[in-house]
């Protein structure tokens, strides 16, 4: 059974991405969208802790996201995929569970 797990608070303004990231168990994903996806940056001050707690967890940032921060799309982590409004609607269907962390 794998979750798929949606965070939109800045890992910098709360701790709600690592507190997800403990929960995560392998197999499970985390889609990073709003304010959230600046957990998903390269070169931050969380970006190595995120990349060690996201182990076997696949992590997704919703791409209308980071075009609306004005975020360019090189500076996100290797391990980060961008998806779409129907990517997102994929992960939702391919989890068997959807949490979303506020």
């Known amino acids: 059974m794998s979750t798929l797990h949606t965070v939109n608070k800045s890992p910098f303004e709360t701790q709600t991405l690592l507190s997800c990231l ?3 168990r392998e ?3 985390v889609l990073l969208i ?3 996806i600046y957990g998903g940056i390269e070169g931050s001050a969380l970006s190595e802790i995120v ?3 996201a ?3 696949s992590l997704y ?3 209308e996201d980071v075009k609306a921060r004005g975020i ?3 500076r996100l982590l290797g391990e980060v995929s961008g998806v779409d409004y129907e990517g997102f609607v994929d992960l939702v269907t391919q989890h068997d ?3 979303s962390w506020l």
């Open 22 to 24: 403990n929960h995560c």
């Open 27 to 29: 197999g499970d994903a």
């Open 55 to 57: 182990a076997g967890v």
């Open 51 to 53: 990349k060690e707690s």
């Open 34 to 36: 709003e304010d959230g």
């Open 97 to 99: 569970r959807t949490q």
């Open 72 to 74: 360019d799309p090189g």
């Open 61 to 63: 940032v919703l791409n």
